[in-house]
């Protein structure tokens, strides 16, 4: 079984920095890509970035473009989202997603991934 461990979420205040971690563990599998989602309340589940595993290509949501940045590192299975400039509305439950099924897949795709974290909380206070 895998699992994702997210790490790194707090409170903090608008204009200010955070790293998320992410580490994959359990049963060994070909990464093919990882990405962030959040969710803040009442709201749906919102792709945030995504890295493809064996290129390093990245995409993510216009709303954190210039501000997020996804990267990974495969010999620690893990990938990272350091976000600076955070807003308030970037506010929510921030999940660690993989995927290890092969194929053409986009990043936005809530269900092109085969595996989620519990989450992590980032708050940011105005």
């Known amino acids: 079984q895998v699992q994702l461990i997210e790490s790194g979420g707090g409170l903090v205040q608008a204009g200010d920095s955070l790293r998320l971690s992410c580490v994959a563990s359990?049963?060994?599998?070909?990464?093919?890509?990882m990405g962030w989602f959040r969710q803040a309340p009442g709201k749906e589940r919102d792709f945030i970035a995504g890295?493809?595993?064996?290129?390093?290509?990245?995409d993510y949501a216009d709303s954190v473009k210039g501000r997020f940045t996804i990267s990974r590192d495969g010999a620690k299975n893990s990938v990272y989202l350091q976000m600076n400039s955070l807003k308030p509305e970037d506010t929510a439950l921030y999940f660690c997603?993989?995927?290890?099924?092969?194929?053409?897949?986009?990043?936005?795709?809530?269900?092109?991934?085969?595996?989620w974290g519990q989450g992590t909380q980032v708050t940011v206070s105005s």
């Open positions: 359990g049963r060994p599998f070909i990464t093919v890509g």
């Open positions: 890295i493809t595993w064996r290129t390093g290509d990245t």
């Open positions: 997603v993989a995927r290890e099924t092969r194929g053409s897949f986009t990043y936005q795709n809530i269900y092109a991934y085969d595996y």
